[in-house]
T-cell receptor
Framework: SQQGEEDPQALSIQEGENATMNCSYK?????LQWYRQNSGRGLVHLIL?????REKHSGRLRVTLDTSKKSSSLLITASRAADTASYFC????????????FGSGTQLTVLP | DAMVIQNPRYQVTQFGKPVTLSCSQT?????MYWYQQKSSQAPKLLFH???????NEADTPDNFQSRRPNTSFCFLDIRSPGLGDAAMYLC?????????????FGPGTRLLVL
């Protein structure tokens, strides 16, 4: 069954604005990852944060993790039209290192 | 470039007619995964191979089978496709040295069942 829920389900912003997506999960995790999927394509790994980390940055991406609340957020700063895609969080549960469980995804639309 | 390749990108089959989707990788990863993704939904893991060790998810229908003849190739066989099996099928790989962390996805095969 699906591990996580993401909100919002859909987000529409103007180019240059920041986009924030949230993910909640249910069980103890080893790590949490964010993936991006362009329409009709495969998923691309964006960033991984381990359970003992609280924040991580990669370029315009900033990820936070709060294990006490079982939640994570992905912030994309200075968004571009090319950032338009679906964004999924995925968790690796403790004791199940090979398997990812995906959240429901957020569809981000960045308007030029 | 090292990558995960899926063929074909689009597959049309008839109701009940067996179909095979293929995946190959040049990453030399030990683990290969098959996911099913329906429209506007999250990918759902069907099964994975750790080398030749096959791991089936409990809720994967019997209609779905997989073969991994060698490290590079993995196949998804749908024995009798139903209309509900129309979906995007994603192949992914990972290496256990990363503790199965980052997965590398192919572009997917979109299956249409007529």
């Amino acid at each position: 069954s699906q591990q996580g829920e993401e909100d919002p389900q859909a987000l529409s912003i103007q180019e240059g604005e920041n986009a924030t997506m949230n993910c909640s999960y249910k069980t103890s995790i080893n790590n949490l990852q964010w993936y991006r999927q362009n329409s009709g394509r495969g998923l691309v790994h964006l960033i991984l944060i381990r359970s003992n980390e609280r924040e991580k940055h990669s370029g315009r991406l900033r990820v936070t993790l709060d294990t006490s609340k079982k939640s994570s957020s992905l912030l994309i700063t200075a968004s571009r039209a090319a950032d338009t895609a679906s964004y999924f969080c995925a968790t690796t549960a403790s004791g199940s290192a090979r398997q990812l469980t995906f959240g429901s995804g957020t569809q981000l639309t960045v308007l030029p | 470039d090292a990558m995960v390749i899926q063929n074909p990108r689009y597959q049309v089959t008839q109701f009940g007619k067996p179909v095979t989707l293929s995946c190959s990788q040049t990453l030399n990863h030990n683990v290969m995964y098959w996911y099913q993704q329906k429209s506007s939904q999250a990918p759902k893991l069907l099964f994975h191979y750790y080398d030749k060790d096959f791991n089936n998810e409990a809720d994967t229908p019997d209609n779905f089978q997989s073969r991994r003849p060698n490290t590079s190739f993995c196949f998804l066989d749908i024995r009798s496709p139903g209309l509900g099996d129309a979906a995007m099928y994603l192949c992914a790989t990972s290496t256990p040295f990363d503790r199965g962390e980052t997965q590398y996805f192919g572009p997917g095969t979109r299956l249409l069942v007529l």
